[in-house]
């Protein structure tokens, strides 16, 4: 458990999975001991997780506990020998952590967002050596995401990371933070540097979709996760839904596949990639249906207008502007001749 494990080795070595666990908020000192007790039984958590200020879309909910609950934490690390992690948002919170031995600190998705904030807290960070993780902002932007990474690296942090906690989409998905792995992959690949952990709490928003998200996350080279725990997860304060008890974190270890011990990371960077084959392709099968789609309303027209369905100078017309700009972006003119053959050819049938 937590007593021997170096984080800041971690860093330097990230080979074994670093696990986060704890809840999502603290809420009393009996319901984070207990939490913690369970905790201590799970060999993998090396560190203690605990929400003490809470950023909460609507003024009337529960706002975390506040410095108190850095006590109860502070209590829990002497007991169970658990690292603790909170996470700040204003430089105040930064000097209570500190001030109760906070090991490591996070930074929300909601205050990444914000460049003032992420700054602020850089420069209040100035001269200490505490490692930070930096979530993903709530927007899908990997530039904001690495924008904050930088503002932590030009005050000169040496330990930071990254949590993947997934995205807001205006789109129904059934995630409550829509993954949208291609972002932290793009983020992996200009920042080689910074560790990636995924937090599969934030990103599934309920217990039922854990077990798969995080299998996902192991699959994609994730190199720890943070996933939130409760004593009495149905009567959590906070995020209810998605709490787990330490119980059913074990159990859950127990089923996730580790396909290799240690992961390497030169087998990593070709997961990742072939990940990102495997994205693109599955988008061009969604524009190409989206096409055909198209294409169909074009023979409805065609045929209520009495049109032919060849039309042969737009067709000479489009394929030789697609094999022009295939040219110019690289690609071989007769293969994207070959491609838009296929795809004309499939598109005519649909329209006879
Ligand atoms: C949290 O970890 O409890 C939290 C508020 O996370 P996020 O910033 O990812 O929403
Ligand atoms: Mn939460």
Same mark, same amino acid.
């Given at each position: ?9 971690? $860093? ?41 200020w809470?950023?909460? &879309? ?25 690292? &603790?992690?909170?996470?700040v948002a204003v430089p105040e919170h930064v000097e209570l952590a ?26 209040c ?11 993903? *902002? ?28 997934? $995205?807001?989409?205006?789109?129904? &998905? ?9 972002? *932290? ?52 304060? &906070? ?8 119980? !059913? ?85 007769? !293969? ?17």
């Amino acid at each position: 458990m937590g007593e021997s494990f170096d984080i800041r080795e971690w $860093f330097l070595n990230p080979r074994d999975l670093l696990v986060i666990s704890g809840p999502c908020s603290v809420e009393s000192r009996e319901q984070l001991l207990a939490t913690a007790e369970g905790l201590s039984k799970i060999d993998r958590v090396k560190v203690l997780r605990g929400g003490i200020w809470k950023p909460r &879309t609507r003024p009337e909910a529960f706002e975390g506990i506040g410095e108190e609950g850095l006590k109860w934490m502070q209590e829990a690390k002497q007991r169970y020998g658990f690292l &603790t992690m909170t996470e700040v948002a204003v430089p105040e919170h930064v000097e209570l952590a500190l001030k109760y031995d906070i090991d490591i600190l996070w930074v929300g998705a909601r205050t990444v967002v914000n460049p003032f904030s992420v700054q602020d807290l850089a420069d209040c960070l100035k001269g200490c050596d505490i490692p930070v993780f930096v979530k993903n *902002p709530i927007a899908p932007d990997v530039k904001l995401w690495l924008g904050a990474i930088e503002r932590f690296g030009g005050a000169g942090l040496r330990y930071i990371g990254a949590i993947h906690r997934g $995205f807001s989409s205006i789109e129904e &998905t059934s995630y409550r933070n829509a993954p949208l792995w291609e972002i *932290p992959i793009e983020l992996l690949r200009l920042r080689p540097d910074v560790p990636i952990i995924t937090d599969v709490s934030h990103i599934c928003g309920c217990r039922e979709l854990l077990q798969e998200v995080a299998q996902k996350a192991l699959d994609m080279g994730t190199l720890g996760f943070m996933i939130e725990t409760h004593n009495d997860p149905d009567h959590a304060l &906070t995020d209810a839904k998605q709490q787990i008890t330490p119980d !059913s974190l074990k159990n859950a270890f127990n089923r996730l596949i580790f396909r290799k011990k240690k992961i390497d990371t030169d087998e990593m960077v070709l997961q990742n990639l072939r990940k990102e084959i495997d994205e693109i392709d599955d988008e061009l099968l969604n524009l190409i249906a989206k096409r055909m789609n198209i294409s169909e309303k074009i023979g409805d027209f065609k045929k209520q207008h009495k049109v032919t369905v060849l039309q042969m100078g737009r067709w000479k017309q489009i394929l030789e502007h697609h094999i022009n700009k295939g040219v110019n972006l690289g690609l071989n003119g007769e !293969s994207v001749k070959d491609i838009f053959e296929i795809i004309h050819k499939d598109s005519i049938d649909r329209q006879l």
